[in-house]
Structure formats: C-alpha cells, structure tokens
C-alpha cells in the first residue's frame, strides 16, 4: 500500500523567508498526493491536491507543491511565510478507501 | 459549508470505562474515519467504513471498535479506556472516491 514519509519534524524559520517541507511517497504508478494544514486550535484543512496533469499545484495562502515522479516526491513550498503560517502540515495518500497520513511537520514563524 | 462535527471537544475519563465518541458528517459521504493524533507519530488511522453498517481495521485498531448504523454517523468506541488512549481523536469523511477529506474539531480524550 502507498505510504508517505516526512523527514522534517520541526521547522523553525523568521518572517518572509522561504518555506520547503518534504514528503515522499513509498512507490511508482499512478498515485494521488494531499497537503493539509492544522492551525493552532483548528481543524484540518486542504491545503493542495495532485491528481494529474501539471505537476506543480498551487493551493491556497500561497502555497504550491511540486510532484517529481522520479523522486518519488511532493514537496510543499512557499516563497515567503507570515507569523500566520505557523502551523502543522500533513501530507497524504490515499490508498483504496484509506487515506495515510505522514508523521506532520511542525512550522514555526517568528516575526 | 460541508460539515464534520464530532459530539465533544474534551473529555475526561477514568480508567476501565466505556467511551462512545460520535461523528456526524452532513455531505452525504460513503466513506468515514477515525484517527487518532499524537505528536510525532502524525495521523494513525483507527478504524474506517465505506458503507453503512461495513467496516474496516486501520493500522491501529486494538483496543478500539466502531459502529456505523446510519449513513451520517460513525461512532468510535473505546470498551475499557485505558491510559495509553489518551489522545486526540479526529473523525473524517470523503466521497466514494478520495478527492478530498473533511475533518472534524477533534475530541481530545484524556484517560485518568
């Protein structure tokens, strides 16, 4: 079964700088890829969707995720963060009825 | 707006009893999970249904069972709380084919 791995567990960067948060998925074929958001004291929510076609999504607030099929990868950036984006991310893949989540990252903007 | 909402935001429990956790969702979706959230380990999928009345063991089921009668309802049931459940509890919906996951605010369980 598809699975995904974040190897960033906590990010801490200041206002304005550049945002890169990593997510892997485990194999080839077509594959589905999530980004969701939690921000402090709310629920989750989509932050971006890769189904097909171009590869590089933009979602909300900003973000944008790229898919590399030969990396195996579906990283999530952003040019410049605000104080509002901390927050923790998830990414995702569905799997049959199934949807598995990464361990999250944890992003910390200092102003 | 779609709608996940899950009956507590908090509760306290004492070691041995039963706990009956509850999702309504109002989108008319096929499909319903429970995860449970701990920090660093992410979202690990309890339990899941596709159809009424049908459900399906997550990668951490033990100790955990659900029920879904209803379409609308997927109810997580704890049957002896035990301390190492203390956690958060989110409860999820998507349509038939997973084009998005709508959650609920989360129940966060603590065992005593």
């Known amino acids: 079964a598809q699975s995904v791995s974040q190897h960033n567990h906590h990010v801490i960067l200041s206002e304005a700088a550049s945002l890169e948060l990593g997510c892997n998925y485990s194999?080839?074929?077509?594959?589905?890829l999530f980004w969701y958001v939690q921000y402090p004291g709310q629920h989750l929510q989509l932050l971006l969707k890769?189904?097909?076609?171009?590869?590089l999504v933009k979602g909300i607030k900003g973000f944008e995720a790229e898919f590399i099929k030969s990396k195996f990868s579906f990283n999530l950036r952003k040019p410049s963060v605000q104080w509002s984006d901390t927050a923790e991310y998830f990414c995702?893949?569905?799997?049959?009825?199934?949807?598995?989540f990464g361990a999250g990252t944890t992003v910390t903007v200092r102003a | 707006d779609v709608k996940v909402t899950q009956s507590s935001r908090y509760l306290v429990k004492r070691t041995g009893e039963k706990v009956f956790l509850e999702c309504v969702q109002d989108?008319?979706?096929?499909?319903m999970f429970w995860y449970r959230q701990d920090p660093g380990l992410g979202l690990r999928l309890i339990y899941f249904?596709?159809?009424?009345?049908?459900?399906e063991k997550g990668d951490i089921p033990e100790g955990y069972s659900v029920s879904r009668e209803k379409k609308e309802r997927f109810s997580l049931i704890l049957e002896s709380a035990s301390t190492n459940q203390t956690s958060m509890y989110l409860c999820?919906?998507?349509?038939?084919?997973?084009?998005?996951?709508?959650f609920g605010q989360g129940t966060r369980l603590t065992v005593v």
């Open positions: 999820a919906s998507t349509p038939d084919r997973i084009t998005e996951a709508f």
């Open positions: 194999y080839g074929g077509t594959v589905n």
């Open positions: 890769y189904f097909s076609g171009d590869p």
């Open positions: 995702a893949v569905p799997n049959d009825y199934k949807l598995s």
């Open positions: 989108m008319d979706h096929e499909n």
């Open positions: 249904s596709y159809d009424v009345k049908m459900k």
